[in-house]
């Protein structure tokens, strides 16, 4: 099912099929490096199988980042129900392929996302979860209008809490 569409993307739920173009963007290492480790083919299907079930019981999830130009999946990038120090905050995620890194397309996905969650979703912010050393994360994040608020241990690794809060307009 499509999601959204921007001026290059589509976003549409993933499903099982889409494990092998996934697992080209999941199992890469640098593009995991901030993660524990890489995916292997079973993980990336367990990935795709908790998006489903994030879709039937949240409404959304990570989804497919299609390219229009040539209908390749090149990523995610969604909304996620993350439990932050006991809180339940919704987190934009967004993964790219590594050889188009740096042509804005998670800047534009994640910017669709903002505007989606806050459409969906009756909260005040939407936050990102990011290592303090993944600066091309950060730089998105600032780009879809966040700010840091606090430095958190999340899943026994440093992340910065980044934060947007509805109608605070993004920088360009
Ligand atoms: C984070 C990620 C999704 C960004 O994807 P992308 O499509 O390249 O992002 P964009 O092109 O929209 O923006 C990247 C920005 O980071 C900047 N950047 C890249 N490397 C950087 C660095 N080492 N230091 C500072 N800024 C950097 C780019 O210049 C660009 O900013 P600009 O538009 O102001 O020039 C991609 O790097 C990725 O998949 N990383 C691995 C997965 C990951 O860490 N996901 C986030 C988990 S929190």
Request: glycine fraction near 6%.
């Amino acid at each position: 099912m499509q999601i959204i569409e921007t001026s290059r993307l589509i976003l549409r739920e993933l499903t099982p099929s889409d494990a092998d173009a996934l697992a080209r963007i999941l199992s890469e290492p640098e593009t995991m490096r901030y993660y524990p480790a890489p995916l292997d083919c079973a993980k990336v299907e367990e990935w795709i199988a908790r998006q489903i079930r994030r879709y039937a019981v949240d409404g959304h999830g990570l989804w497919a980042m299609i390219l229009k130009s040539n209908r390749e999946l090149v990523g995610d990038c969604g909304l996620t129900v993350q439990e932050v120090e006991g809180t339940k905050e919704i987190e934009i995620g967004y993964h790219v392929r590594r050889d188009l890194w740096g042509q804005g397309l998670a800047t534009e996905a994640a910017r669709a996302c903002r505007d989606l969650g806050f459409a969906l979703r009756s909260v005040d912010r939407l936050i990102s979860l990011i290592h303090p050393e993944n600066l091309p994360s950060r730089r998105v994040a600032e780009k879809n209008g966040m700010t840091v608020e606090k430095e958190i241990l999340w899943h026994d690794l440093r992340h910065l809490v980044y934060s947007v809060r509805r109608n605070r307009s993004p920088q360009k």
